[in-house]
């Protein structure tokens, strides 16, 4: 019956979603117009003459007037057809199906170091709080949060990578393990940065939740103190978190603009920023709208998450 | 039946002195030294943070230059000490406009709910379903780089987390006992809600505002990285940190002061912000 | 046995270093780039990201040398010109092949020819604009020209007039000529010296030797000695770096000029600065008045000249190139063919800048901005160090950061006052920088609005003008025009600077820019 | 004092709290006993520290909590038991209900799985055996459909339904001690009653002994054999029920009584004592009471007068133990 009423309401939230992309769509596609600079100026550079650069407009169809355009797109769009690259020359789903799966594997490894290292350390720092394990364990991940992304990337690779040699500097590797072992770095400089908002969540949830009196009551019951941490303490103040997780999905991917550029890693958030800055309207159009349905599809899995950790959630 | 003893006691611990905590006093203290250096730069700095010195190339720290020169000779502890101005102004321009709006927006919304709710919701689901760097990285772009246009883009993606902040807690608060009294007293929504319900329902945003501050900072450096920062020659941390990065292996000192400094903020704000949460969130 | 084998080891290096021909065959070396190739056709790309590899895949009639500055046969092995210069004639050597196996004739290069010199054809078209038709007849080429025309050689030797395979790419999926050449360039096939083997955009791309290429190394084999190159793509300077130090890269490119010292005293690392054909320069507004219809004081030639004087190129050398540079002495690069040596540029001497700028309608000073590409950390240096120099006659630098796209928007409007700019060669003539900078009738003289009835009508002669001797005067009088008139300032030219580990040999890169791994080997 | 031996026998016990402001003795100097099967009742306002002790009793501090004095269980000194002699103790021959079972219940599991981990724990039972034991714990504590609502979360319980499932949890290990803490204050009256007879009945059916910290003396007169008051963390009284509600032999038990909404025959007019708890700070000097206190005289002032026998299984701290009025008739129970 449970499941029932979840796949009717995953149902509806996916039928939500539509208006959402819709709207995305519209704003990004009169956003990418209104930047200056056009696809034959970012194209062609500066030595293209007046004609040729008419002649690249009319080539991509930006001589159009804009809701032609417009509808041009969506109806492409309908089509599965996401229109070509103009600076790369290749059709953009193919260009998202081959980096997309790179960032979503650094995102999720990086979530899971950053949850690896975030949930015993707040554990720690909530169950010996205001001693100085916990000032250690803050002022550690209070020092990270505090420094630019790039930074705290150049300094590991310069460590780990350069100096101790225990990474590879940069790359994305081959194969699963290779990928796993090439995207340490990367993974751990946004893990770090991931966990770092983390921890100050989780810290203050287990602080509650330990003096929470089920807790005081589950240790009345005489249960080990190790049932109690996990199964008691755990369980619910990660419910917070999880849904911390989610929001920050967006943040992760952003995140990993600046990282995939320092490890040289070929995903999507370069990809972006590399459109963004030549102008390559089909891919920051195509990229955007995959943006939009992974960070919908994230939350809309974040709810379901946090439906399952607390039966209390009513999904509606 | 029932037998109660008089029940005077809930309101005893209240009575009690709340102290503000160490760490308040502390990060209050930095945030007074941060003021002190982006008030009176050119009283403390020893040499300007813009003039090149083409003798003084890439020198170390001296007793002349204690954070030793940058790659045009500027003094680079004159440059971290002028940058504090344009950090903390950063820390500020970021937050200010997305705290009162979304604020305020969501005392309004979680307050009327129905229609304004539903329609803010949806623009907040359109502005949060694009990864925040990659949209400002966009916004910033289409505006150009620096620093106002900066803040223009902040303001519009940043206002979501303050307005969800603040419409949840009005949600839970105008259930509270104040408010049904307000109501059954005849005050008019305005004033309950600005008098009564703002009030309470902020803090969580207060508390969020501090560590947005120092992610505006980051993000000013982020995007200095990419060149769309703080234009030169304006001595901004974070681009310092970026502009430091070739000269890491014979130059540490360019990238490592700036990088100190964003470091202090960070922790000064973090601080104010656990010792807000402590003085006023209510203890249970 | 270890021992042993390091003894053998040692006697053959030893031996390998005693005759000095030895060159070691096969192994990959791996390049890193700072950005990657966008498409790789060699008539419709517009980038450097290709051009400059291009040749690897694409092999061309004639090639330029490795010191650019002049031709050297190429798939043709020798060429000749008519007396009325209105014929050219080039011979194929024989049994040429593309990569694939299958021969490369010349009905391949008179379609290539064609396809390239089409007026539609890309930005590079002109290149080729004095043929007027191509006749293939066994291995001779004919190329039948409207005018004489002096740089044809030069333009024969430029990546638009690669050969390509008139069966492979007219067999490729797609409508018309642009689709066709897509769907090629996914798989390109040339006879270059190396073939494209697996290309993962934005990560890294891997060139396969070209069994069939004909050129011969020093051992007598066909080149290249290389197995196979494999690019990298690493956008981060300091990434790029620590890769090479690390031993996972054996070069890298675009090494940021600040780190250059640092990495030639690196006892693994050979830091090597090619001479390019670049030159930056930075462009001004010359007309009278600026879009918003103010007073341009650029337009006074007096200020553009107190200008120049008043930028002190050596300082300027030393705090943006740390060294690296060579002051510029005419619009175009020492390197380039008929650059005139006896070009006096403009020295670097404030009090006469004051004096011209006191005899300007702008002697109390004024305000100016200039465009600059955000992120640049070289425009950043220059700009920011011009603001001071200027700042000595009162003139006060503003600097507008913009993206690459939006500066050439607001460019290509004429709507700006100043901007920085870089140039380098595609082709090994001055013709083409000449027409840009120069010339009003292409882009405004690189829209500086720079307008000079006496430089076109050299410029119109020397296009035509088929002795060297006769060409270099005309080209001597354009740049002592072009520098008294002063449209831009004058700054430096900039070496490519390319890290390498110890261990390679043979790597050029050549000053139009072009990746030269033909030649390239790694030795033990 | 009674001469069988005690099951529970405390003695002397302290607790103190460090907070910024100063250590706070929360709970000082309290001495008491309970017997196999007795029904104790530990009443007194909010803050006497009667809910502390009970939580002293049960070793739920932790530093820098200090709890001090001896815990005799069965024998054993519980302040001076290992960690394995808590573990076989704790929830196991002494078994806990909380005030508020929503907030003592956690609300992410279900209502089995937290009797069952108890039952694993305790008595070694998994699987299908320890849901069978479940079911009948929920039978036994009177709740409906026992089995079906194995699998239901708190929060899908009513609030006496709740009540029952933490009664039912605390029971799955057959404790023989079982510390009630306001176990029926978040009730309504219908389900606070049928609350106390479940605890009468258990107690009666399982031999269980109870000690059932209360502020509601009603809830006292109603279910315990004896009574202990405390105040300002110290034992002011202990005495049979029947017998502090008849004779109170403490100026705060007669307070406490005074203040009570009469029934019955004559009514009295509700006397609220004056002032409210002391401030564990500052405490007056003697007897805690005394600033309250309508007896107070010169002699509650010197030192704190400890709590003697005053007659046969009846002990006060009160200097004016003798001269009180007593109250027959005022009260019924």
């Not at chain 3, 024989?94 to 930005?123: C, E, H, Y």
């Amino acid at each position: 019956m449970r499941r029932g009423m979840h796949s009717h309401y995953v149902l509806k939230r996916l039928l939500q979603i539509i208006p959402t992309f819709l709207a995305v769509m519209l704003v990004v596609f009169l956003l990418v117009r209104l930047l200056p600079g056009d696809p034959a100026s970012a194209i062609l550079g500066d030595r293209a003459t007046a004609d040729i650069v008419e002649r690249t407009n009319r080539q991509l169809g930006l001589d159009q007037p804009l809701p032609t355009q417009f509808a041009l797109f969506v109806w492409n769009l309908l089509q599965g057809n996401l229109g070509d690259s103009i600076s790369l020359k290749v059709p953009v789903l193919r260009l998202i199906g081959e980096r997309l799966p790179v960032t979503l594997f650094l995102t999720v490894y990086a979530a899971a170091l950053g949850l690896l290292l975030a949930v015993p350390l707040a554990v720690l720092a909530a169950v010996r709080r205001n001693t100085w394990v916990d000032a250690l364990i803050r002022g550690v991940f209070q020092v990270g949060l505090s420094l630019p992304v790039f930074y705290v990337a150049l300094q590991l690779l310069t460590l780990l990578g350069a100096r101790l040699g225990w990474f590879p500097i940069g790359g994305y590797g081959s194969g699963t393990l290779g990928h796993l072992y090439h995207l340490f770095l990367p993974a751990l400089t946004l893990g770090l940065n991931l966990a770092a908002v983390l921890v100050r969540t989780l810290r203050s949830s287990v602080i509650e939740v330990i003096t929470a009196e089920y807790v005081e009551f589950a240790r009345a019951k005489g249960l080990r103190p190790r049932l109690i941490m996990t199964r008691h303490v755990l369980r619910n103040a990660l419910i917070p978190t999880v849904t911390l997780l989610g929001l920050n999905i967006g943040a992760l991917i952003g995140g990993a603009v600046i990282t995939e550029t320092v490890f040289a890693i070929p995903g999507v958030g370069r990809l972006m920023v590399d459109a963004i800055f030549g102008r390559d309207y089909p891919v920051i159009q195509g990229l955007t709208l995959t943006f939009a349905v992974i960070v919908s599809l994230v939350f809309l899995l974040t709810d379901l998450i946090h439906a399952r950790l607390d039966p209390r959630t009513e999904l509606s | 039946m029932t037998a109660t003893l008089t029940p005077a006691a809930p309101a005893a611990p209240r009575a009690r002195r709340r102290w503000p905590k160490p760490t308040l006093l502390i990060g209050l203290g930095l945030l007074a030294l941060l003021l002190v250096a982006a008030l009176f730069p050119a009283q403390l700095a020893p040499f300007s943070p813009t003039e090149f010195d083409y003798n003084a190339i890439l020198q170390g720290p001296t007793a002349r230059h204690p954070f030793g020169t940058d790659n045009f000779g500027r003094d680079v502890l004159s440059r971290v000490i002028y940058g504090t101005r344009i950090d903390l102004q950063i820390a500020l321009f970021t937050t200010l406009f997305p705290f009162i709006f979304g604020t305020l927006l969501g005392a309004v919304t979680g307050y009327a709910g129905r229609w304004s709710d539903a329609l803010v919701g949806r623009v907040a689901d359109l502005v949060v379903v694009f990864p925040f760097l990659v949209l400002v990285i966009a916004i910033v772009a289409v505006l150009g780089p620096g620093l106002t246009n900066l803040y223009v883009a902040v303001s519009a993606v940043g206002w979501v987390s303050y307005w969800r902040l603040t419409r949840g807690e009005v949600l839970t608060q105008k259930k509270a006992e104040y408010a049904q009294a307000g109501r059954v007293l005849g005050y008019s929504p305005a004033r309950i809600l600005l008098r009564h319900l703002l009030p309470n329902a902020v803090t969580p945003a207060i508390v969020y505002l501090m560590t947005d501050m120092s992610l505006g900072i980051l993000l000013g450096a982020s995007l200095g990285y990419l060149g769309l920062g703080a234009q030169p020659p304006t001595p901004e941390w974070g681009v310092m940190v970026a502009d430091g990065k070739n000269f890491m292996a014979t130059a540490w000192w360019i990238s490592t002061f700036p990088g100190l400094a964003l470091t202090l903020a960070g922790v000064t704000f973090s601080l104010i912000g656990d010792g807000l949460a402590d003085v006023l969130r209510p203890r249970t | 046995m270890k021992r042993l084998t390091r003894v053998t080891l040692t006697l053959a290096a030893a031996l390998s270093c005693g005759q000095a021909l030895a060159v070691t065959r096969g192994g990959q070396l791996v390049y890193g780039r700072y950005a990657d190739s966008l498409f790789l056709d060699p008539v419709l790309n517009d980038a450097n990201l290709d051009i400059w590899i291009l040749t690897n895949l694409y092999d061309t009639l004639l090639q330029p040398t490795t010191d650019g500055k002049g031709v050297q046969p190429g798939l043709a092995s020798r060429y000749s010109v008519s007396k009325d210069g209105k014929v050219m004639t080039l011979t194929l050597r024989s049994g040429l092949k593309f990569a694939d196996g299958s021969a490369l004739t010349a009905q391949d290069v008179k379609w290539s020819l064609d396809r390239a010199r089409r007026p539609d054809a890309g930005a590079w078209s002109s290149s080729l604009a004095s043929i007027s038709s191509v006749t293939a007849s066994g291995s001779t080429v004919t190329l039948n020209l409207k005018t004489p025309d002096p740089t044809l050689p030069a333009a024969l030797a430029t990546f638009n007039a690669a050969i390509m395979p008139q069966k492979l790419f007219t067999a490729a999926p797609g409508k018309n000529d642009a689709e066709k050449a897509k769907a090629f360039a996914e798989k390109p096939v040339g006879s270059g010296p190396f073939v494209l083997s697996e290309w993962k955009r934005g990560s890294y791309m891997v060139l396969k030797r070209n069994p069939y290429y004909w050129k011969k190394g020093e051992d007598g084999k066909a080149l290249p000695y290389l197995d196979s190159v494999r690019f990298e793509i690493i956008p981060d300077d300091n990434t790029r770096i620590l890769k090479l130090q690390a031993g996972e890269l054996q070069g890298a490119e675009f090494i940021p000029l600040s780190r250059v010292a640092e990495l030639r005293s690196s006892p693994r690392v050979n830091m090597t600065l090619f001479p390019s054909t670049k030159v930056n320069s930075i462009l001004m507004n010359n007309r009278p008045t600026l879009n918003d219809g103010t007073v341009n004081p650029l337009s006074d030639v007096k200020v553009r000249q107190a200008l120049n004087y008043a930028t002190n190129k050596q300082a300027l050398i030393q705090v943006v190139t740390y060294g690296t540079g060579k002051e510029m002495k005419s619009y175009m690069s020492s390197t380039t063919p008929l650059f005139d040596a006896s070009q006096k540029g403009y020295p670097y001497d404030l009090a006469r800048a004051k004096s011209l700028l006191a005899a300007s309608k702008f002697k109390n000073g004024f305000d100016v901005t200039v465009l600059a590409t955000s992120g640049s950390a070289d425009d950043l240096a220059l700009l920011t160090a011009l603001q001071q120099m200027w700042g000595a006659l009162g003139v006060r630098l503003k600097i507008e950061q913009l993206d690459a796209a939006t500066k050439t928007a607001r460019y290509r409007a004429n709507d700006f006052q100043m901007r920085t700019a870089a140039w380098t060669n595609d082709i090994n003539d001055p013709s083409q920088i000449t027409s840009y900078y120069a010339l009003f009738s292409n882009i405004e003289s690189v829209h500086t609005g720079f307008k000079s009835a006496e430089i076109d009508k050299l410029f119109a002669q020397s296009q035509q003008e088929t002795s060297r001797v006769k060409r270099a005067s005309q080209y001597r009088a354009i740049q002592s025009l072009y520098l008294n008139a002063a449209p831009i300032i004058y700054l430096y030219e900039t070496p490519y600077p390319v890290a390498l580990a110890k261990n390679v040999r043979g790597f050029v890169q050549i000053p139009l820019g072009n990746n030269i791994f033909a030649g390239a080997s790694l030795e033990k | 004092m009674s001469a069988p031996p005690a099951l529970l026998q405390v003695r002397d016990l302290n607790v103190r709290m460090p907070t910024p402001a100063g250590t706070l003795h929360v709970v000082r100097g309290v001495t008491f006993g309970v017997q196999p099967g007795e029904m104790l009742g530990l009443v007194g306002e909010s803050g006497s520290g009667k809910s502390v002790t009970l939580r002293a009793l049960m070793g739920l501090y932790r530093r820098p909590v200090t709890v001090s004095g001896t815990v005799e269980f069965a024998g054993q000194d519980l302040l001076r038991a290992s960690e394995a002699q808590w573990q076989a103790t704790r929830g196991a021959q002494i078994g806990m209900i909380f005030q508020e079972p929503m907030s003592a219940l956690n609300p992410v599991l279900t209502v089995g799985t937290q009797i069952m981990e108890n039952l694993r724990t305790h008595r070694g039972l998994r699987g299908r055996a320890a849901a069978e034991r479940a079911a009948e714990l929920l039978d036994l504590t009177g709740i409906p459909s026992p089995r079906a609502r194995l699998n239901d979360y708190p929060h899908q319980f009513s609030g006496g339904m709740r009540q029952r499932a933490m009664i039912a949890i605390a029971l799955a290990s057959e404790p023989r001690l079982l510390l009630a803490d306001e176990p029926t204050t978040a009730l309504d009256v219908t389900i606070q009653d049928q609350i106390l007879r479940l605890l009468l009945r258990l107690r009666e059916e399982l031999n269980m002994s109870v000690i059932l910290v209360t502020h509601d003396l009603g809830v006292i007169a109603q279910t315990c054999d004896r009574v202990a008051v405390m105040y300002g963390g110290r034992l002011m009284e202990t005495a049979p029920v029947g017998a502090l509600f008849r004779e109170p032999r403490h100026a705060y038990s007669l307070g406490l009584l005074r203040s009570l909404p009469g029934s019955g025959a004559r009514r009295a007019p509700l006397q609220p004592i004056p002032g409210g708890p002391p401030n564990l700070l500052a405490l007056p000097p003697g007897c805690a009471f005394s600033p309250r206190c309508a007896y107070a005289s010169g002699a509650c002032l010197g030192a704190e007068p400890p709590l003697v026998p005053v007659a046969p299984d009846r002990a006060s701290a009160c200097v004016h133990a003798a001269a009180l009025p007593s109250l027959t008739g005022e009260v019924s129970a």
